[in-house]
């Protein structure tokens, strides 16, 4: 079995908590367990920020409509830039074109 040094795992466990903090959630107000968040969905819900080592709360939303909004807002649009005046192509075949001597005669 080949183990990797102690260093080795202390520094990715350090980077994994690093990328993980901030990371919001929202656990419902309700009592039972919370097996999904699909379930009561007018329950208010409590808003959690992970610190790297545990929960804590950061806020309150009245339901889960305003949950998902504030856990998922929409991205911003990226505007395409203008594309460039193609021709229209007509119905049916086209024409085969023809070369530069033809058109000369």
Do not use: F, Y
Request: proline share 10%.
């Amino acid at each position: 079995m080949n183990e990797e040094p102690l260093e080795e795992w202390a520094r990715r466990r350090d980077e994994r908590r690093a990328r993980s903090k901030g990371k919001l959630r929202a656990v419902p107000l309700t009592k039972g367990p919370h097996c999904g968040a699909h379930v009561e969905p007018e329950a208010p819900r409590v808003i959690q920020e992970w610190d790297g080592t545990q929960w804590v709360t950061v806020g309150l939303v009245g339901d889960l409509a305003a949950a998902k909004a504030l856990l998922h807002p929409p991205q911003p649009v990226e505007e395409k830039p203008a594309e460039w005046e193609r021709p229209a192509l007509g119905k049916g075949r086209h024409r085969k074109p023809t070369s530069a001597e033809q058109r000369d005669q």
